[in-house]
């Protein structure tokens, strides 16, 4: 994870386009994206075993969830993708925007809205 904070403090991800960018070659890479993210809320809740997810915004807000006990597997788990998308009970809301970030470890589900 350090690697990955010292570069996005070294680099300004404004200049970059759309695509996958690598850090540390397998081990660390980032994907910059333009979102439309959705403002329904939904239980569907995203994992990944190998990779942590961070989020860093360079503009605008996000609400992600952070899930847990899962009740229903909605897509499994793809080892070439690292993502598998899964329902959970429990849902704990974390309110991004620039000013902060948010963490989630391999293992852990999240949703984006």
Excluded at 66 to 74: A, L, Q, W
Aim: proline share 1%.
């Amino acid at each position: 994870m350090d690697c990955a904070i010292d570069y996005l403090l070294t680099h300004d991800l404004n200049d970059y386009d759309s695509g996958r960018y690598e850090i540390d070659g397998e081990k660390a890479f980032l994907f910059v994206q333009e979102n439309e993210l959705s403002s329904e809320v939904t239980d569907e809740c995203e994992f990944h075993q190998d990779y942590m997810d961070l989020h860093f915004l360079l503009e605008g807000h996000e609400v992600i969830q952070y899930g847990t006990r899962v009740k229903e597997v909605r897509e499994s788990y793809d080892k070439k993708k690292d993502i598998g998308f899964v329902i959970c009970e429990q849902l704990y809301p974390l309110y991004l925007d620039k000013q902060n970030f948010g963490c989630i470890f391999a293992q852990r589900t999240t949703s984006a809205q």
